[in-house]
């Protein structure tokens, strides 16, 4: 068995947990895969530390790629073993439960779910408010999946490998909700079973619970329910392309009342608002790509690029609609989508996508 833990700013915890597991899993052939996101505490050096004297433990050191789920995904891909675990390095996740998770395997289950909500398990320690935000994810969840599990929120989990591997194509890999995503593309004969613990506090380390962890559960709901029509991402450089027009009208407005050549001001306006939204998309909508540096600055110049011939798409769309219809609001509605579809669609391509030069190595 291979125990997959996506890791980020996780040093402080990282002798206990593999002691943890080392103490649950006695009598079981195992391994531990560590997947940091390059953790500025030194989280992949304590894990190297601890795999000099523990075979059992190794990791992957992810540079430039950042996400929960893409990490745990890579590091099944990266197992030969056939059943594969997924649990926080934080201690928060009960791992003196995974023998059992691994019995229900043996006995025929594609996935086992460690639940917080079945009888047995409990949140532990926290506040009401906590509690409500996540019944109201999980009842959100079920209209994707139904009763498929009871905590489909769950970061704690154990599956055949095959069952990620036949379907990881179809596997989102946003945000932080793997389980959830994994449940909604496998298929309807997936055989589920759960097995409870407790959820423990967090003893080191910080939470990485955020507003934008929130979003991307929700994002990936739109994903999964349209069938993958709407992206994710594109939601959310949607949003930022209106919170981008409302700084172009501010910056209009104010530029309006300094000088009357209203020429000047729509051009300082746009170029103001493609300079916002670019840096919200780098910093949320690609923040697993976020460019840094002089990378950074060729991103946005490139970036003003695409959105100045988007531009030109947007136009030539709502030019067309309005002699074909006679109606300027849906003329104007067709010439922004499209293009918003451009935009995001070449940004991906051209400004998010880049790749870092692999350094020379002198002879």
């Given at each position: 068995?291979?125990?997959?833990?996506?890791?980020?700013?996780?040093?402080?915890?990282?002798?206990?947990?593999?002691?943890?597991?080392?103490?649950?899993?006695?009598?079981?052939?195992?391994?531990?895969?560590?997947?940091?996101?390059?953790?500025?505490?030194?989280?992949?050096?304590?894990?190297?530390?601890?795999?000099?004297?523990?075979?059992?433990?190794?990791?992957?050191?992810?540079?430039?790629?950042?996400?929960?789920?893409?990490?745990?995904?890579?590091?099944?891909?990266?197992?030969?073993?056939?059943?594969?675990?997924?649990?926080?390095?934080?201690?928060?996740?009960?791992?003196?439960?995974?023998?059992?998770?691994?019995?229900?395997?043996?006995?025929?289950?594609?996935?086992?779910?460690?639940?917080?909500?079945?009888?047995?398990?409990?949140?532990?320690?926290?506040?009401?408010?906590?509690?409500?935000?996540?019944?109201?994810?999980?009842k959100m969840s079920?209209?994707?999946?139904?009763?498929?599990?009871?905590?489909?929120?769950?970061?704690?989990?154990?599956?055949?490998?095959?069952?990620?591997?036949?379907?990881?194509?179809?596997?989102?890999?946003?945000?932080?909700?793997?389980?959830?995503?994994?449940?909604?593309?496998?298929?309807?004969?997936?055989?589920?079973?759960?097995?409870?613990?407790?959820?423990?506090?967090?003893?080191?380390?910080?939470?990485k619970l955020t507003?934008?962890?929130?979003?991307?559960?929700?994002?990936?709901?739109?994903?999964?329910?349209?069938?993958?029509?709407?992206?994710?991402?594109?939601?959310?450089?949607?949003?930022?392309?209106?919170?981008?027009?409302?700084?172009?009208?501010?910056?209009?407005?104010?530029?309006?009342?300094?000088?009357?050549?209203?020429?000047?001001?729509?051009?300082?306006?746009?170029?103001?608002?493609?300079?916002?939204?670019?840096?919200?998309?780098?910093?949320?909508?690609?923040?697993?790509?976020?460019?840094?540096?002089?990378?950074?600055?060729?991103?946005?110049?490139?970036?003003?690029?695409?959105?100045?011939?988007?531009?030109?798409?947007?136009?030539?769309?709502?030019?067309?609609?309005q002699q074909e219809?006679?109606?300027?609001?849906?003329?104007?509605?067709?010439?922004?989508?499209?293009?918003?579809?451009?935009?995001?669609?070449?940004?991906?391509?051209?400004?998010?996508?880049?790749?870092?030069?692999?350094?020379?190595?002198?002879?």
């Amino acid at each position: 068995m291979s125990v997959i833990s996506p890791s980020y700013n996780e040093r402080d915890n990282m002798c206990a947990f593999t002691d943890g597991l080392a103490s649950a899993l006695k009598g079981i052939e195992w391994e531990l895969i560590v997947v940091d996101d390059d953790s500025p505490d030194g989280t992949y050096e304590e894990v190297l530390k601890i795999g000099a004297v523990n075979p059992r433990v190794r990791c992957i050191r992810r540079v430039g790629r950042k996400g929960l789920s893409s990490a745990v995904v890579e590091g099944i891909l990266a197992s030969s073993a056939p059943v594969v675990a997924v649990i926080d390095a934080d201690m928060q996740h009960d791992e003196t439960v995974l023998p059992q998770m691994l019995a229900k395997i043996d006995e025929g289950a594609d996935l086992v779910v460690g639940t917080r909500y079945a009888s047995g398990g409990s949140t532990g320690t926290w506040g009401e408010g906590r509690v409500r935000m996540s019944e109201l994810a999980t009842k959100m969840s079920q209209l994707l999946i139904g009763n498929a599990t009871s905590d489909p929120m769950s970061g704690f989990f154990m599956a055949r490998r095959d069952l990620v591997n036949n379907h990881v194509y179809d596997l989102s890999q946003q945000g932080y909700k793997i389980l959830l995503d994994l449940i909604a593309s496998a298929p309807p004969a997936t055989r589920i079973e759960e097995v409870p613990y407790t959820f423990r506090e967090r003893t080191e380390g910080e939470s990485k619970l955020t507003l934008m962890v929130l979003a991307e559960f929700l994002f990936l709901l739109i994903e999964k329910l349209t069938k993958g029509l709407i992206p994710p991402r594109f939601v959310l450089f949607a949003i930022v392309g209106f919170l981008g027009l409302a700084v172009h009208l501010s910056v209009l407005n104010l530029m309006g009342t300094l000088q009357p050549n209203f020429l000047v001001a729509q051009t300082t306006a746009t170029f103001v608002a493609m300079v916002f939204n670019f840096a919200l998309n780098n910093q949320f909508t690609f923040r697993d790509k976020r460019l840094t540096g002089v990378r950074m600055i060729v991103g946005l110049v490139v970036f003003i690029a695409v959105c100045s011939v988007g531009a030109i798409a947007n136009l030539s769309v709502a030019n067309f609609a309005q002699q074909e219809f006679g109606n300027w609001n849906v003329a104007g509605v067709l010439g922004a989508l499209m293009g918003s579809v451009f935009n995001f669609g070449v940004s991906s391509t051209l400004v998010w996508n880049r790749r870092k030069k692999k350094p020379r190595v002198s002879a």
